[in-house]
Nanobody, 120 residues
Framework: QVQVVESGGGLVQPGGSLTLSCAAS????????MGWYRQAPGKERELVAK???????EYADPVKGRFSISRLNAKNTVDLQMNSLKPEDTAVYYC??????????????WGQGTQVTVSS
């Protein structure tokens, strides 16, 4: 089993900043990628940012230049630094972790989500 836990959500004013943290733990042989997704009310879950073990990083167009995801590390944690927040960034943010629990045993685990609300 692989557990994923997010933290750092909350209420912030437009233009403000917030950092989300994610930690994966359990039977992890090798982490392949970790990422952040979000789901706003009435909308589908969408990718925000993703980083892979090779250092490759992908950002969704709406957050480019404002959000920054950290690189993978040996502790299997990843942060999402969010700057210049807008009301449309309001959503539940989920962390995902992909990797291998053993040889040929792939996993894709999700956290419970953390609420981010951008409002004055």
């Amino acid at each position: 089993q692989v557990q994923v836990v997010e933290s750092g959500g909350g209420l912030v004013q437009p233009g403000g900043s917030l950092t989300l943290s994610c930690a994966a733990s359990g039977s992890i042989l090798r982490m392949v990628a970790m990422g952040w997704y979000r789901q706003a009310p009435g909308k589908e879950r969408e990718l925000v940012a993703k980083v892979n073990a090779g250092g490759g990083i992908e950002y969704a167009d709406p957050v480019k230049g404002r959000f920054s995801i950290s690189r993978l590390n040996a502790k299997n944690t990843v942060d999402l630094q969010m700057n210049s927040l807008k009301p449309e960034d309001t959503a539940v943010y989920y962390c995902s972790a992909e990797g291998y629990r053993g040889v040929g045993l792939r996993f894709n685990s999700w956290g419970q989500g953390t609420q981010v609300t951008v409002s004055s």
